[in-house]
């Protein structure tokens, strides 16, 4: 029963990947302003669009372009760029191994730290040591990434000389070198992502608080530390799972933002200088890794959660 | 536990739960009482809708007018008047460009917000009453998106685009009438269920007269609640567009890239980004403050109260 849940979900997984390559190929190749026409902008004649459009495969149906897209993404050819003429495979490369390197880092850090705080706070619901973790973390989540970075930046680089206030890289540091150029966007990142561990680690255990076996220790005089830790935490462990594998996919969106504040150059950084000079494959390409990424991250927590609950792992 | 599930964020499976305990059969509703942060929340929330409409009428110059004398300096009394919060990296006017962003951010966030509902709630209602392959169709597609990155859909849409208001809207009304949907299909699925609805089909009402007189009224309420929240996604993701650029496109002003424009000046001490970084804050907590206060369960179990 849970090898068939199991497989079912990673099959969802794959539909949803196969959807979401659809999904970015019509948005980026089908709507008007094709690629041709880009290019070539206000020098455009029929004839040049034509030529070009017939180079680039654009003349053939759309169907058709879809599945040579996709054959191409598999095999690993990404296509060139419209603005350097370089491959996208080339651009990629070294900023892929930046990005995952960033968030590597803040997995490390954030993950240790939120379980901690979280637990904490559940263990003491209705102080105001937790209230003000509540209130803290409900604020940090409702402000916009760019935010705490701006915050940060005021803080540690402008007022206290403490951080540079971008993350230039030359590719030849030290180790101390590399984690100073990387300090500023792993403290806004790791703030982002924590606040929205805390709450929900704290959320899980207080949901498993309140289950009638939680009750009953309470009722035969178990001391409350060791509820939380022996009885509260164990059953908590799948909902905590999910919780780590969902903020590491929300990450997409927080690198987004903080390789962008601090010219990091990461995967996300190249996605968004695509989109504004409307480089389509090199988006379509960054777009897929991002968003496959995601897709797997959630499937993992998704397993993950069926893995952590004896019920299914042990089927009658 | 389904995939669904799994990815939701807390606040949508709150609001959800939040949803079910407004439903007919719930125990009767908890008095409409708020903390004073809660009063404290609605007074700022009230102060930008306000701000909304008469800002620009009352900011004391316009917003593309470069009024001040050189660019990042602090509040003070410049030659054309005074500058309360200093002036930007073009020596415009910062806070007369807080008053007219208001607007800018505020409204296309409620524009994107209500197309949302209209979208979300049409097609939620409609799964949830004709059910079958239209059901299937429409849940499967809203499944799709929902299992992305809003920010990478914002990103791609643009790229091929480009950005422009009308754009800006639609995009974020779609891909937050995803979560719309789900919620107002999930509500319509428990209400048709109910006796009462099926009391009005035997009487031999038609689907629209249901839909009219039972459904929308029973769902209203909850989709309110939720209504909050969604808006606060919505301001976040318009101004993390404009942040990176690729939202509203200057000269207007707009909180977000207000923060990107004058983000440099943050190493010469201007504050010229803090401020429009405050008022996103202050109106995106103030909101969370207000649906956190209204769905904060009163009393709750043994266990919460005695550990």
């Not at chain 2, 207007?252 to 504050?271: F, H, I, K, P």
Request: proline share 4%; aromatic share 8%.
């Amino acid at each position: 029963m849970m090898t068939r849940m199991v497989m079912q979900r990673i099959g969802i997984g794959f539909a949803t990947l196969i959807v979401v390559s659809i999904i970015v190929f019509i948005a980026t190749s089908i709507l008007p302003g094709d690629v041709a026409q880009i290019v070539l902008g206000q020098s455009a004649t029929p004839e040049t669009l034509a030529a070009l459009r017939a180079e680039l495969g654009l003349d053939q149906p759309g169907y058709i372009r879809y599945f040579l897209w996709l054959g191409n993404m598999m095999t690993g050819d990404l296509g060139t760029s419209k603005a350097g003429g370089a491959t996208i495979a080339s651009l990629i490369g070294g900023r892929l191994g930046n990005t995952l390197m960033m968030a590597g880092w803040v997995a490390v850090i954030s993950i240790p730290i939120s379980i901690a705080l979280g637990l904490w706070a559940a263990m003491h619901p209705g102080t105001w040591l937790d209230r003000i973790v509540t209130f803290g973390t409900l604020s940090l989540i409702s402000v916009p990434e760019f935010f705490i970075a701006t915050v940060a930046v005021l803080i540690l680089a402008v007022e206290l000389h403490w951080l540079p206030s971008t993350a230039y890289m030359t590719g030849e540091e030290t180790f101390w070198e590399l984690m100073k150029a990387l300090a500023m966007p792993l403290i806004t990142l790791v703030i982002v992502v924590s606040a929205q561990m805390i709450r929900m680690t704290r959320a899980g255990i207080l949901n498993v608080m309140s289950s009638p076996y939680i009750e009953m220790a309470i009722l035969k005089g178990v001391p409350r530390g060791r509820i939380i830790l022996r009885h509260a935490f164990f059953n908590a462990i799948g909902p905590i799972i999910n919780v780590i594998a969902l903020n590491l996919a929300y990450l997409v969106s927080g690198v987004v933002i903080v390789e962008t504040i601090f010219a990091y150059p990461g995967l996300a950084k190249l996605m968004i200088d695509g989109v504004q000079t409307r480089d389509l494959p090199l988006v379509q390409a960054c777009a897929m890794i991002f968003c496959a990424t995601y897709v797997v991250l959630i499937l993992i927590a998704d397993v993950g959660s069926i893995l952590s609950n004896p019920r299914l792992r042990n089927p009658k | 536990m389904t995939e669904q599930v799994a990815t939701k964020k807390e606040e949508e499976v709150l609001a959800e739960l939040d949803s079910f305990a407004e439903l007919p059969d719930a125990p009767p509703k908890r008095k409409f009482r708020l903390s004073w942060v809660g009063w404290l929340s609605v007074g700022v929330v009230v102060f930008w809708l306000v701000i909304c409409v008469i800002g620009p009428s009352i900011a004391p110059f316009h917003e593309m007018d470069m009024d001040g004398d050189d660019s990042f300096l602090p509040a003070g009394q410049g030659e054309y008047g005074y500058f309360y919060l200093g002036t930007d990296y073009l020596s415009r006017d910062t806070f007369s460009r807080i008053l007219f962003g208001a607007r800018n951010t505020i409204g296309i966030s409620l524009a994107a917000t209500l197309l949302a509902y209209l979208m979300g709630i049409t097609l939620g209602i409609l799964a949830a009453v004709k059910g079958g392959w239209i059901d299937m169709g429409i849940s499967r597609v809203n499944d799709a998106i929902l299992a992305l990155p809003t920010i990478m859909l914002g990103l791609i849409v643009i790229a091929a685009l480009g950005s422009s208001i009308p754009i800006l809207i639609g995009t974020a009304a779609v891909i937050y009438a995803t979560s719309v949907f789900r919620i107002a299909r999930a509500l319509g699925q428990d209400i048709m269920v109910q006796d009462y609805v099926e009391a009005a089909a035997t009487r031999g009402e038609g689907i629209w007269w249901i839909i009219r007189a039972e459904v929308l009224p029973n769902a209203a309420m909850p989709l309110a609640t939720d209504f909050g929240l969604r808006l606060v996604f919505v301001v976040l993701f318009i101004s993390s567009l404009s942040f990176l650029g690729l939202g509203v496109q200057p000269p207007a002003s707009d909180w977000g890239s207000m923060v990107r424009e004058n983000l440099q000046g943050l190493t010469y001490g201007s504050y010229a980004a803090i401020w429009p970084a405050l008022a996103i804050a202050s109106f995106t907590i103030a909101i969370n403050l207000i649906v956190d206060d209204i769905s904060a369960k009163s009393g709750g179990s043994l266990a919460k109260k005695m550990v």
